[in-house]
């Protein structure tokens, strides 16, 4: 893993850096793309969790007594629509237990503004719980801005980002408004061009994964 700073970290697994090639290339078809974004998910989930706390706990093996921990953090998982749905689906098998509250945003694509559509959160949440918010892509960091904007004004704390590809202007974008929001990522690529689509990054992920 590399770490560009405390609160950036590229995750650089054979593994990963395979499964992120995969799905750059243009000439992978839907129904394989949303196969490798899964498992690229469940990747990169399971080294944003190296941060959650646990406590040790007591367990019986069939042949006696073992030390153990038991996970404590209540974990919220927060696609953001639509991309971020295939996330949410490779973090529940990772997370059983956590919250799913779904973020609708679409960018303008004329103004890069991202608009929300859709969120149904609670009227509050516990302040100690742990977000993590699932978006493919990291370009201009608006769309990851109005979603983590939902968690903090609830006071959240532990705020995590994941993203398949970050540009670096999202992640200043992101840093600017929130420095203490961890992001998990596969990549940080070189730059967003005029249209703000990652490059080289991998295309419109909402329509890579649905086919749209
Ligand atoms: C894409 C992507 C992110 C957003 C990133 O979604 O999935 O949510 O753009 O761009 P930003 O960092 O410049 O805000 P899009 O708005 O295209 O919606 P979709 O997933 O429904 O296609
Ligand atoms: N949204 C995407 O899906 N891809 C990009 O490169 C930028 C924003």
Redesign the pocket.
């Known amino acids: 893993m590399i770490a560009l700073d405390k609160q950036v970290q590229v995750v650089d697994h054979p593994l990963v850096q395979h499964l992120l090639t995969k799905i750059r290339d243009y000439q992978t078809a839907p129904h394989k793309f949303r196969r490798y974004a899964i498992s690229l998910s469940e990747h990169l989930v399971y080294e944003a969790c190296r941060a959650m706390k646990t406590r040790e706990v007591g367990v019986e093996t069939p042949v006696g007594p073992a030390k153990g921990v038991s996970m404590t953090d209540y974990v919220i998982l927060a696609p ?5 749905l295939v996330m949410a689906e490779a973090a529940q098998h990772l997370l059983p237990a956590a919250r799913i509250y779904h973020v609708g ?3 303008d694509e004329e103004t ?1 503004e ?1 608009k929300s559509y859709y969120a149904k959160l609670p009227d509050s949440l516990p302040n100690d719980c742990r977000v993590f918010v699932l ?10 801005v109005a979603a983590i904007d939902l968690f903090k004004k609830m006071k959240v704390e532990n705020i995590h980002l994941v993203s398949f590809v970050a540009a670096p202007e ?1 992640i200043k974008k992101v840093h600017s408004v929130y420095n203490d929001v961890h992001i998990t990522c596969a990549s940080v690529d070189e730059k967003l061009n005029e249209k ?1 689509y990652i490059v080289p990054g991998l295309g ?4 890579r994964i649905f086919g749209t």
């Open positions: 953001v629509l639509r991309a971020g945003l679409k960018r890069l991202a978006d493919p892509m990291l370009a201009t960091g608006g769309s990851a999202g703000g419109d992920a909402g329509d």
